[in-house]
C-alpha cells in the first residue's frame, strides 16, 4: 500500500524506529504531544500550499529530528537547513542504496520516490542556515585549524567551509555529527566518499576531534 507515493511497511519502520531513538527524559515516546517548543514552531512554518504540499508530511518529520530555524534534535543529526540541494539529494540516495549506514534513514530514504528525495533536498537547500552558536576549546580549535589546513580542506570546502554543490556546507555544522561523519569514513563505515576517507586515514583520531571541533566553532 502507498501513501503520497511511500510505501508504508518501509516508512512505518522509519517512524517506529525514529520514535524509540527520540525518547523523552520521562520515557514517553515522543509525538506530537511532547514536541519541544522550537520543534511545534519550525513544524507550523512548513508550507501546506504549492510546490512542497505533496511532501509536507516528509517534511515535518525530517524537521522533528534536524531542525528548521533552530539546531537538530540531537547533536548527533546534521543540521539541513542551507545545506546544498544536489549533496543532500545524493546523500538521499546513497541511504537507499546502503551506500551510507544508518538504521533510521535508510528505510526512510528507501521509501522515497526520486521527484521527492528532490523536492526535500530542494526546500532546504532554499533555507537559512542556523547559527548554533557553539564555542569550542580555544587549544582544540587551534589544533583542528591547523589540521584543516594540512588536509587543504579549503580546496573543496572553500575558504569559509560553506561547500558549494556536490561539496557540503560544514562550518557550523554539529560538532558531534561531524566527528562521527569523518570517523564513518575513516572507518570504511560510511562509503560514499573515497577520497575524504583516505584523507582522514592519515589523521589521528584526537586530530579528527580538533578538526571537528574547529568546524563547529568557525
Known amino acids: ?34 514536541r519541544p517548543p522550537t520543534v511545534e514552531k519550525d513544524i507550523k512554518t512548513l508550507p501546506t500550499e ?22 537538530s534534535r540531537e547533536p548527533g543529526m546534521p543540521v539541513l537547513s542551507g545545506q546544498h540541494f544536489y549533496y543532500s539529494y545524493v546523500q538521499l540516495k546513497d541511504f537507499a542504496a546502503g551506500r551510507r549506514a544508518s538504521e533510521i534513514m535508510q528505510p526512510m530514504a528507501e521509501s522515497l520516490e526520486k521527484e521527492q528525495m528532490q523536492l526535500v533536498a530542494k526546500f532546504f537547500s532554499e533555507q537559512s542556515w ?23 580542506c579549503t580546496a573543496c570546502h572553500l575558504g569559509n567551509y560553506v561547500g558549494n554543490s556536490r561539496i557540503p556546507h560544514i562550518a557550523g555544522q554539529q560538532k558531534e555529527y ?6 564513518d569514513l575513516k572507518n570504511d563505515v560510511r562509503r560514499n566518499a573515497a577520497p575524504m576517507a583516505s584523507l582522514f586515514r592519515t589523521y589521528s ?3 579528527l576531534e580538533a578538526m571537528a571541533e574547529f568546524l563547529a566553532d568557525f
Open 50 to 71: 504549492g510546490e512542497y504540499a505533496p511532501v509536507r508530511d516528509l517534511l515535518e518529520t525530517c524537521v522533528y529530528c534536524h531542525g528548521l530555524n533552530s539546531a
Open 130 to 152: 542556523p547559527n548554533l552558536g557553539y564555542r569550542g576549546e580555544e587549544e582544540k580549535v587551534k589544533q583542528g585549524r591547523d589540521a584543516a589546513y594540512a588536509g587543504e
Open 1 to 34: 500500500m502507498r501513501i503520497a507515493g511511500i510505501r508504508i511497511s518501509h516508512f512505518l519502520r522509519a517512524v517506529l524506529v525514529a520514535g524509540a531513538f527520540v525518547f523523552t527524559a520521562t520515557g514517553a515516546l515522543a509525538d506530537d504531544h511532547f
Open 178 to 183: 561531524l566527528l562521527k561523519t569523518m570517523m
Open 205 to 207: 583520531d584526537e586530530e
